[in-house]
């Protein structure tokens, strides 16, 4: 495991001065505090920070940040949510990481608010999605845009994008922002919207946490489904599979009842665990007869859809469904169906998640490999990685996604975010979900090595979602012609290049 040491110390928390401030009570040195915010998700970095700030309000944090800006040695901070961060990206060796989770345990936060009109809810940016569907749905109202897990911060996911299968037609989570709180690196408190402060409002939404640290978002609501409808389909051609998904996302419309409402798609390969795709979607019965075309076709892809309906749809979803899936190009006999709860749809893989806790195998190394690739280009990445470089490694162990969506029909990525995406119309998510050994975990590195230099000698513009770079050149390219505006942003928000130091955009020596 690689492990970033501690060099110096630019400040010592016993300091009579630190003792003085207001919020000396809430930086701790206790080891484990520490040990906790020296790792991650990903269990693959390791950097280990002098301190960890436990607020109660964002004043706290805006109190920490100002120290820093104001030391003569400043040193970096880490907002830190669920940590669910694969390669140390919300750590800050030697210097601080603030606990975000300990503003969900007072009641000075910002907490979750649903308006009385309905239309939004003011949410902390500590808080969890679950938490978030949950209290939604008890006014029965809902947002629009997930993520597949729902156990991340609300503030985690805006610095990054937050897809899902719902984003073809909502966009991702990023495009379903009203307005924010923001602590910038210069310990501003602002409220930024599209027409209030918009500058940083666009800087932060896929920002990675460069430019302040968000404390409330205003999320829109609508009013929730009560069931769904979840088909799966099998395919052995990725020229059909692909062909279907395009076509299906192209039938979108926010008001159209025959637009799909998610959709995704994965690989099935006999190889690593069994549980790679052996959920308890597919009838166990049917087990055998897909375990036959895997061993045929060597890959197997799977088409998922989902309809939501409540009491005036439930006696027509049946029949757009069918009109939805007709003409598709699946195998016949390989389509599978659930109807399940929506808040049961929603939070699926928590499941699976406290199955693999029971056995050992969740705070496991997660060497991911998350990528945008060009619609035009997915067919050769299909043919040089799935079928090249995955089948000859034979090592997948975990789900593999790959599904479309939309880049400006409905202005569903809006250009003046940070978030970067391939420049054509529709590009595809494709993404690596390996669990491995502590022993074995380099293994995997080295195929998502091997998966970018193919990317690279291939001509595919690729982009990496959640990124990870180690040089300034890389970090250059992958934002391409939106760098110079991103730089300018760092200079003006966090021109001492406290926050986020674990990204190594800025901080990268």
Known sequence: MSIIKISSKPFDVHHKDIKALDIADKLSVDPSAVEAASRDFGH?????????????????????IKLSYYNSVPFGIAAKGHGHSLRGQAMANNGVVIDMKSMNKCRNGTGIRVSTDGLYADVGGEQLWIEVLNKTLEHGLAPVSWTDYLYLTVGGTLSNAGISGQTF????????????DVITGKADFMTCSPKMN???????????????????????????????????????????FTRDQVLLISRNGRKDQNTLDYLEGSLL???GSPNNWRSSFFPHSDHPKIISLITKHRIMYCLEVVKHYDDQTKNTVDKVMKQILQGLSYMPGFMFQKDVRYGEFLNRVRAGELKLESQGLWEVPHPWLNLFIPKSQISDFNNGVFRGIVLERNITTGPVLVYPMNRHKQVLWDDRMSAVTPGEEIFYAVGFLHSSGFNDWEAFEDQNMEIMKFCNRAGIVVKQ?????????????????????????????????LLSPGQRIFNNN
């Open 465 to 497: 979602y959640l990124p990870h770079y180690s040089t300034k050149d890389e970090w250059v390219h992958h934002f391409g012609s939106k760098w110079k505006i991103f730089q300018l942003r760092k200079h003006q928000f966090d021109p001492r290049m």
């Open 44 to 64: 693959i970095a390791k950097a280990i920070p002098l301190a960890v700030l436990q607020p109660s309000t964002p004043k706290e944090i805006a109190a920490l």
């Open 198 to 240: 918009s500058e940083l409002f666009y800087a932060v939404l896929g920002g990675l946490g460069q430019f302040g640290i968000i404390t409330r978002a205003r999320i829109p609501l609508q009013p929730a489904s009560l069931r769904v409808k979840w088909v799966r389909v099998l395919y052995s051609d990725f020229s059909s």
């Open 169 to 180: 037609r909502y966009g991702p989570q990023i495009s379903n922002v009203l307005e924010m």
């Open 269 to 271: 390969m006999d190889q």
